[in-house]
């Protein structure tokens, strides 16, 4: 059986999402406009509302259903 391979994140998640919506936002801005600059935007709005999603679920004011 293998061994998995564990490292411990520096940066959270909603931190790594953020950097990676960025880096998208600039890689579609250099491209001409067409597919893969849809594409590229796309996965970064994905990405922030990942970030948002999360941050959401970590607020102190969700309570779970009683």
């Known amino acids: 059986m293998q061994k998995?391979?564990?490292f411990k994140q520096t940066e959270t998640l909603e931190e790594r999402l953020a950097k990676?919506?960025?880096?998208?936002?600039?890689q579609a801005q250099?491209?001409?406009?067409g597919l893969?600059?849809?594409?590229?935007?796309?996965?970064a709005r994905q990405a922030e509302?990942?970030?948002?999603?999360?941050?959401?679920?970590?607020?102190p004011?969700?309570?779970a259903p009683k």
């Open 4 to 6: 998995r391979r564990r």
């Open 20 to 26: 990676e919506a960025d880096r998208l936002k600039h």
């Open 30 to 33: 250099t491209m001409p406009l």
């Open 36 to 43: 893969q600059r849809d594409h590229l935007i796309r996965k």
């Open 49 to 59: 509302t990942a970030s948002h999603i999360s941050d959401w679920l970590r607020s």
């Open 61 to 63: 004011g969700l309570q």
